[in-house]
């Protein structure tokens, strides 16, 4: 009994520090553009796709640093190529941020096929003036 508590003891062991693992991401980055003092880093990428390959919903975790406005928008698309029709903004994929450090979790449900991307907008409404790009890796 007392070897058999040690042998499971030593898995356990062995399990908790002998097999720590570290991913590589999910994803590259194709592009990015910052002004001066902002950033953004994407720290997770996770989709969900359909039987035939296309991304379902994709969720992205990450942290931002505004230094070039008070106040911005921070968003995820999807920038397709070619006539798209009008896109639905899903409140999930958008957040308000003011100047300083933070984390996002953004969630784009749409589907489409193209460039994702999370990007600093002017606030309220207005043109994007930082990113990043993003794909996922093959």
């Known amino acids: 009994m007392n070897s058999l508590r040690l042998l499971l003891l030593g898995f356990s062991l062995f399990g ?6 570290t991913a590589s991401p999910s994803f590259s980055i194709t592009r ?3 002004e001066s003092g902002d950033a953004i880093t994407i720290d997770q990428v996770e989709s969900t796709k359909t039987a035939a390959g296309r991304v379902e919903q994709m969720i992205v975790r990450g942290h931002y640093r505004l230094r070039s406005r008070a106040k911005a ?16 903004v899903d409140p999930s994929q958008t957040m308000e941020i003011v ?4 984390t996002f979790e953004l969630k784009n449900a749409h589907g489409r096929e ?3 991307h999370v990007s600093f907008y002017e606030f309220p409404y207005g043109n994007s003036f930082d ?3 993003f794909a996922p890796k093959s």
């Open 99 to 102: 100047a300083g450090d933070g």
């Open 32 to 34: 990015q553009q910052f």
């Open 16 to 21: 908790f520090v002998g097999c720590g693992t």
């Open 73 to 88: 928008k921070l968003s995820l698309f999807v920038t397709t190529r070619g006539p798209s029709g009008v896109t639905r």
């Open 114 to 116: 193209g460039s994702s």
């Open 131 to 133: 990113g990043i790009y």
